[in-house]
């Protein structure tokens, strides 16, 4: 879109968005809209790299404010380089903005975000101040809409199973899909040296993985009621439990909570 202004991000969006189908990827699709979940991540804020993401369902596939079983998702994510300007605010726009290309315009559109800035900005509630570039292709991919998009917060790093996948995803993309990279940040921000978690929940939070370890080895891999990533965290989680000094970090122990909570244990 050449009326959008060049900047890394816009070009990030639009790289991973060109040419997705996104009513392939959501056969459900219909007049009841996308829901959306977004993230951003910012290795050094500011500086970057950066990464953003974007999870779409379909709003049909949503019931009691949860995802259907199997319900298809469509993942998109992207990487900002570093530079001055990168920050972890235009990461968390540049998912918006990926949402807006992808979300067909006819339809009503919720986005749930833990970015309070992003939301208020959108919503009118805060005066656009940095950021004018994004804010003025939010306008442009906004001119596109039937209706705005809803917005709604959701704190973030607190067991919410979508909100997780979309941290995960952002950080992922901020390393240039280099898992490797990635997995060795993550256990550096979260060391169990500084684990808060209390001895009584850490015994309480062994046997919830143990559990889940059980249950999850009787579920076939090609059924979508446990995806792959929630597999390899109660791998590692059933790994690192073994040492008898080890206790969780506190966004370990939510993301154990949220997959009890899914899964009925």
């Known amino acids: 879109m050449d009326e959008i202004q060049a900047s890394l991000e816009w070009s990030s969006v639009v790289e991973v968005t060109h040419g997705v189908e996104v009513r392939?990827?959501?056969?459900?699709?219909?007049?009841?809209?996308?829901?959306?979940?977004?993230?951003?991540?910012?290795?050094?804020?500011?500086?970057?790299p950066a990464g953003w993401s974007a999870l779409l369902w379909s709003a049909t596939d949503f019931v009691n404010g949860k995802v259907r079983e199997e319900a298809p998702c469509l993942e998109c994510y992207g990487h900002i380089p570093k530079a001055p300007t990168t920050t972890n605010n235009r990461a968390e726009i540049s998912a918006v903005l990926a949402v807006l290309c992808l979300a067909p315009p006819t339809l009503p559109l919720l986005v749930y975000s833990d970015?309070?800035?992003?939301?208020?900005?959108?919503?009118?509630?805060y005066q656009m101040k940095a950021n004018p570039d994004l804010w003025q292709a939010y306008r442009h991919l906004l001119s596109f809409r039937k209706r705005p998009p809803t917005f709604e917060?959701?704190?973030?790093?607190?067991?919410?199973?979508?909100?997780?996948?979309?941290?995960?995803?952002?950080?992922?993309?901020?390393?240039?899909?280099?898992?490797?990279?990635?997995?060795?940040?993550?256990?550096?921000?979260?060391?169990?040296?500084?684990?808060?978690v209390p001895a009584g929940d850490v015994v309480a939070l062994r046997i919830h993985v143990q559990r889940l370890r059980t249950l999850f080895d009787t579920v076939a891999e090609?059924?979508?009621?446990?995806?792959?990533?929630?597999?390899?965290?109660?791998?590692d989680m059933t790994k690192r439990f073994q040492k008898n000094n080890f206790s969780p970090s506190e966004k370990q122990s939510n993301w154990i909570k949220g997959l009890v909570a899914k899964h009925k244990i």
């Open 24 to 48: 392939a990827s959501l056969p459900a699709l219909g007049e009841a809209g996308v829901i959306a979940y977004t993230d951003g991540a910012c290795i050094k804020n500011p500086g970057g």
């Open 115 to 125: 970015s309070e800035y992003t939301i208020k900005v959108a919503q009118g509630t």
């Open 153 to 196: 917060w959701v704190r973030g790093h607190a067991g919410q199973l979508h909100n997780e996948r979309a941290d995960e995803l952002a950080g992922l993309g901020a390393f240039n899909n280099d898992r490797t990279a990635f997995d060795k940040w993550e256990a550096s921000q979260a060391p169990e040296a500084r684990s808060t």
């Open 222 to 235: 090609d059924d979508r009621r446990v995806s792959l990533q929630e597999r390899k965290f109660i791998q």
